[in-house]
Structure formats: structure tokens, C-alpha cells
């Protein structure tokens, strides 16, 4: 399991943490979180504590939007504020090509290309929360305010 820190997109991630804050560490599961409920499991937290990063393709841009594990992202809500008719889910290769990970381990930082992030203002339930780092059985832990300021992401009420 310790090999999966050599992954090099886990390797980008713990290397922009780590110059954001030094005492963010990334946490390597024996299980999968691959999905949020996996995740919680294997954590033991409440699934809404669980960073979901969603990348989406609105016209021709990307975004990223951070959402609580316990909630879904409104098309509706996000075609409004980016003020665009035509906003659906990235699929597979689009996500690997603009963030550099694959689903299920696609990190809220350290994309390959800039990337607006959006972040679900339900996620500041939690004092702690945990967001996947480049690969399914890797997360790191980091509080709502962190996240904010580290992803430079816009704070937004994107769910339902």
C-alpha cells in the first residue's frame, strides 16, 4: 500500500499540500474511496465530510466543483450563476486530461490545467473534512477554511 505515495499525481497533490501547510498529510485507506460512501466508511465519518471534486464542462470550460459526499451538484443552480445554457459532467477523459487524476481519486488541488473551483458552502458543516489525493485509497484531511484559501475556490450554494 505505502507504494501508492510514489503514484506521481498522488506525488503532485502531497507536494502542493504540503507547501500550502506542512502538517496536511495524506492518509493511505486500506479500502477504496472511490465513492464517498467508501470513503466515510473506511474513515468513519459522516458521509457529508467527504469531499467530492466533480469536474464539469461548461460551453468550452471546465470547472471543478467541490461538493459535500452527502449531497448532489444542481445543473440548475450552476448553469445560473455561470450564466451558461449548457453545463453537463466531464466524462472520463476529459476529467484525466484537465485535472490529471481519474475518477475517484480526482484531487481538489494540483490540476494539470487552471481550473475554477466552485465549493459547496454545505461542506462548512464540518470542522474537518477529507478530499481524495490523485488516487481512490488516498485522501488527505484539511478544515473548511483551508480548503477555501488552498483551492482559491469560490465559496457557492451549488447543491441539492
Do not use: W
Not at 29 to 47: H, I, Y
Not at 81 to 109: C, H, Q, R, W, Y
Amino acid at each position: 500500500m505505502e507504494n501508492l505515495l510514489n503514484n506521481e499525481p498522488v506525488k503532485r497533490v502531497n507536494k502542493f499540500i504540503k507547501e500550502f501547510d506542512p502538517n496536511l498529510n495524506i492518509l493511505v485507506l486500506k479500502n477504496t474511496a472511490r465513492t464517498a460512501q467508501d470513503a466515510a466508511n473506511s474513515l468513519k465519518c459522516e458521509v457529508g465530510a467527504i469531499v467530492k471534486s466533480l469536474l464539469f464542462k461548461a460551453n468550452e470550460e471546465f470547472l471543478i466543483c467541490l461538493i459535500s459526499g452527502d449531497k448532489r451538484c444542481s445543473l440548475n443552480k450552476l448553469k445560473k450563476i455561470l450564466n451558461k445554457k449548457d453545463v453537463s459532467m466531464a466524462n472520463a477523459d476529459e476529467v484525466k486530461l484537465n485535472t490529471g487524476f481519474s475518477i475517484g481519486g480526482v484531487a481538489p488541488v494540483a490540476h494539470l490545467k487552471k481550473l475554477n473551483i466552485l465549493i459547496d458552502s454545505s461542506l462548512s458543516r464540518f470542522k474537518d473534512i477529507f478530499a481524495a489525493a490523485g488516487h481512490p485509497n488516498c485522501v488527505f484531511k484539511i478544515s473548511y477554511s483551508q480548503l477555501l484559501t488552498i483551492t482559491n475556490g469560490s465559496e457557492k450554494e451549488i447543491s441539492e
